[in-house]
């Protein structure tokens, strides 16, 4: 299917755009789109990608370095595409040129998504972002680089095919990708499986400083603003933390906070199924999917951790109702 080449008739100028605090399927997408759009339809006088600050990892990608973070130019793009982001705000800066462009399009697989540009694709049961523009260009037509960017955005929504995101279709997708001559391994342990010795242990503190409560259901570890100092790392570092806690046996929600501000904590949670962590998260103004969501929440640690868990015990609760 080509859905693409219908949403740019007509079009020049596009901006593209992935939610803040980029992961590797938010760069995946964008960058793999980008290259697609250049390489096939040269009538386009623009195609910028805006992100935040993206890891050193991913700068392998082609069109990595011609990524955008400043908003000063005070532009009209024909068509802005949204990708990977499940609400407006979480485009961050890049929220003015969605605001000023003449056409938008979001592309994107959060379940919480409420469809917030013109036109909307949005297939809460795709693996990830990646896969979704996979569908939506032409399979021939795409070449090694792009392949590589979409192949990236699937391994890290898919924790490298292991989720239960991961569908047969995911793995026919990543086979056309693989088939493409791509690096594959290399792309996994690069952009996936090789930490940094700081990342390495900050995770480790991370586990050593986690507690179980629910009655062992649910895991908790939190870092602090202090913590980020004396290990001279950034909130891209913890990356990763969060699945770690989620295997642990007997587990049903993981939670990993990080301050962000004074008495403000990033939330990430993971669930084995039991536990709908989207509801969750959309109780407190953030979003995601069934087993993966995040939010943003003020208070101390405590207050934070009493909130959450008093919204999946009550969902544990209902669980074993419905059992019964
Ligand atoms: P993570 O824990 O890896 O930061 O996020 C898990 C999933 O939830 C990701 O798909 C992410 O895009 C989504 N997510 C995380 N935080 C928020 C948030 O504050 N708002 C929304 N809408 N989605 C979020
Ligand atoms: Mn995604």
Known sequence: MNKIKAEIEGVSTIAIAGHIRPDGDCVGSCLGLSQYLIENFPQLT?????????????????????????????????????LDSGDKERLGKAQCYFDTAKKTVCIDHHISNKGYAKVNYIVPDASSTAEVIFDMIEQEKITKEVAEALYMGIVHDTGVFQYSCTSPKTMRVAAVLMEKGIDFNRIIDETFNYKTYVQKQILGRALLESIMLLDGKCIVSAIRQKEFEFYNVKPSDLDGIVSQLRTTKGVEVAIFLYESNVQEYRVSMRSNGNVDVNEVACYFGGGGHVRAAGCTMQGSVYDVLNNLTGQIERQLHQKQEKDE
């Open 46 to 82: 623009e195609v910028t990608v805006y992100l935040e600050e993206v890891p050193g990892s991913y700068q392998f990608l082609k069109g990595a370095d011609k990524i955008r973070n400043s908003y000063e130019d005070k532009k009209e793009y024909d068509l802005f595409i949204a």
